[in-house]
């Protein structure tokens, strides 16, 4: 998911407080990775894009995320 930043990061609520703007979240890739829903998932602590996952197929799966210093 790609996503674009709103002008202002916040506003003013009619009693004065700052609330957040919600920005745009447009989709820019989709992947089939199983079969079954992924149960775990967790991103490499110093390998940029690497990541593991499982999923209720009992299976195990490392991938590589690219492009991710795009936004």
């Not at 447009?26 to 894009?49: A, M, N």
Request: net charge neutral; aromatic share 8%.
């Amino acid at each position: 998911m790609g996503s674009n930043y709103p002008m202002q990061r916040s506003v003013k609520d009619e009693e004065g407080l700052a609330k957040g703007v919600v920005g745009k979240v447009e989709c820019l890739q989709d992947k089939i990775v199983s079969t079954q829903p992924v149960s775990c998932f967790d991103w490499h602590h110093d390998k940029e894009g690497l990541c593991v996952m499982g999923s209720y197929d009992q299976t195990v799966r490392v991938c590589v995320v690219t492009k991710l210093n795009k936004f």
